[in-house]
C-alpha cells in the first residue's frame, strides 16, 4: 500500500534553532516525493521536489530509499518559516498525490 | 502568467441553491484537478480532467458537478450542498496527467453551507 506519514502533527521550536520535519514513505516502486507548503491565508504551494535536489527558503531534503525517508531540515529556522508542511508522494497512476497528514511549524521568537 | 487564479474567494450558500466556482490557469497545463481540503486536513482529490475530459472521479456525491470549457477553464456546479460540504475547493494544474510534474494550487475558494 502507498502511504506518506508525517509522525508530527506540530512541532514548535525557537528562531535560529535546527528543524527536521519527518516524512516517511511507504511504496513499492521509485517514488516521486514533495513537500508542500501552506503559508496562512495563502495557497498550497511546491517546496521541493526530490529529484531537483534545490536549497528553497534554506531548506532541504534528501530522500533515503534505505529508511523510506524524505525529511525536510533547516540548519537555523526563521518566524516566516511558520506554516503548514505536507509531504506527498506521486503513487502509481503517476496523477494522484498521496499526502501526509501535514506538520504545523510554529518558529517561536 | 504563472498562477492558477479561483473565483469567488468566499462563497456562502443554502442548501438549496446552485453555484459554480471557477478556475483559471495560462500556464498550457493539460491536467486540471479539482480539491476538498478541510481545516488542518491534506486536500483530497475529487476531480481530475486531462485534455479536457474527465478522467477521474473519486466517488464524489453528483451535488459536485465538475466542467472543462476549455483547456484553460475549469468548473466547479454545486447543487443541494450539505453543511458537512463546507470546506476550501482548491484548484490545480500540471503539465499533463501522466509524468505531469509539480501540481500547481489555486488560492481556493472557502465554501460555507448554511
Known amino acids: 500500500a502507498q502511504r506518506v506519514t508525517q509522525p508530527e502533527k506540530l512541532l514548535s521550536v525557537f528562531k535560529g534553532a535546527p528543524v527536521e520535519l519527518k516524512c516517511n514513505y511507504s511504496?513499492?516502486?521509485?517514488?516521486?516525493l514533495f513537500w508542500y507548503v501552506q503559508y496562512s491565508r495563502q495557497r498550497l504551494q511546491l517546496l521541493l521536489r526530490?529529484?531537483?535536489?534545490?536549497s528553497i527558503k534554506g531548506f532541504t531534503a534528501d530522500l533515503n530509499k534505505g529508511e523510506t525517508s524524505f525529511h525536510l531540515k533547516k540548519p537555523f529556522a526563521q518566524e516566516e518559516d511558520s506554516a503548514m508542511y505536507y509531504c506527498?508522494?506521486?503513487?502509481?497512476?503517476?496523477?494522484?498525490?498521496?499526502w501526509g497528514a501535514g506538520t504545523k511549524l510554529i518558529i517561536k521568537p | 502568467d504563472t498562477e492558477v487564479t479561483q473565483t469567488p474567494k468566499h462563497l456562502v450558500m443554502g442548501m438549496t441553491n446552485k453555484k459554480s466556482l471557477k478556475c483559471e490557469q495560462h500556464?498550457?497545463?493539460?491536467?486540471m484537478y479539482w480539491y476538498k481540503q478541510k481545516a488542518k486536513k491534506p486536500p483530497e482529490l475529487m476531480f481530475v480532467?486531462?485534455?479536457?475530459?474527465?478522467?477521474i472521479n473519486e466517488s464524489v456525491p453528483s451535488r459536485f458537478s465538475p466542467e472543462c470549457p476549455n483547456s484553460s477553464l475549469l468548473n466547479l456546479h454545486l447543487h443541494a450542498l450539505q453543511p458537512e460540504d463546507s470546506a476550501l475547493y482548491l484548484c490545480?494544474?500540471?503539465?499533463?496527467?501522466?509524468?505531469?510534474?509539480?501540481?500547481?494550487f489555486g488560492p481556493g475558494t472557502r465554501l460555507t453551507v448554511l
Open positions: 506527498a508522494l506521486r503513487g502509481d497512476s503517476n496523477y494522484q498525490l498521496i
Open positions: 511504496y513499492s516502486g521509485s517514488p516521486e
Open positions: 500556464m498550457g497545463h493539460r491536467a
Open positions: 490545480a494544474s500540471s503539465r499533463a496527467l501522466a509524468g505531469g510534474g509539480t501540481q500547481y
Open positions: 480532467y486531462s485534455y479536457e475530459k474527465l478522467s
Open positions: 526530490h529529484i531537483s535536489r534545490e
